[in-house]
């Protein structure tokens, strides 16, 4: 999840490719294979219920797809942009109406203080976080990097391709988490059925040395 890809390539994403965000970026937290949120940025988290807070220890050593280190000053800009900034979509704010506070009591633990309980706050928690130092007194919904998107998630922005309607993304290799197998992947936007419909056939192609995955 995320919404800092505007109209062009964010609109791609939207209608044909809705994982991409998803291998892009990263958010606290993630989804697990049974879809419940666990930990992703966040190395762990804490809920005090009298309080209403959520407490988030980020982990250590993540790295932006340009190299530069995530801080706790990415999650505060986000967080800040997502119940503060009006131009964002109301359909996405509204899921955050419930953060009164947002602080950082050290470098490596976020806080998050909420007017009441909110059931479904650990799945809001999985949106993406956006890089403080790309969009930064920047409008989010124009600023350049929608179009080149850099993120923490196992794959890299590489290039979009609009002649050829290609998108094209290789592997994090300084990724926190398991390096994908896949060095490479591109997707295909295919508007006629039945070639679709033989891409899938080969969905995966692997040649040495470099494994790639078409998806279309």
């Known amino acids: 999840r995320d919404f800092c890809l505007s109209r ?14 998803t291998i892009i970026f990263s958010g606290l937290m993630k989804y697990d294979a049974k879809g419940q949120p666990v930990p992703e940025l966040a190395e762990s988290f804490t809920y005090d219920k009298g309080a209403h807070t959520y407490a988030f220890k980020l982990r250590d050593g993540v790295k932006w797809h340009d190299g530069k280190p995530l801080t706790v000053e990415d999650i505060l800009f986000t967080y800040e942009a997502l119940t503060k900034d009006k131009t964002l979509a109301s359909s996405i704010t509204s899921n955050y109406e419930d953060i009164k506070s947002i602080t950082a009591p050290d470098a490596q633990t976020v806080v998050f203080t909420l007017s009441k309980p909110n059931a479904a706050m650990l799945d809001n928690f ?8 790309l969009f930064a007194g920047k409008d989010i919904n124009t600023a350049p990097a929608n179009q080149h998107p850099v993120g923490t998630g196992r794959y890299k922005f590489v290039e979009w391709d609009t002649a050829g309607g290609m998108i094209i993304l290789e592997k994090n290799k300084d990724y926190y988490g398991k390096v994908p197998n896949i060095d490479r992947i591109v997707y295909k936007t295919v508007a006629v059925e039945s070639t679709k419909a033989l891409m899938l056939l080969s969905l995966i192609h692997i040649s040495e040395p470099t494994r790639q995955a078409e998806i279309s």
């Open 126 to 133: 999985t949106i993406g976080i956006l890089p403080k130092h």
């Open 8 to 21: 062009g390539l964010g609109d791609v994403y939207k209608r044909q490719h809705q994982e991409l965000p």
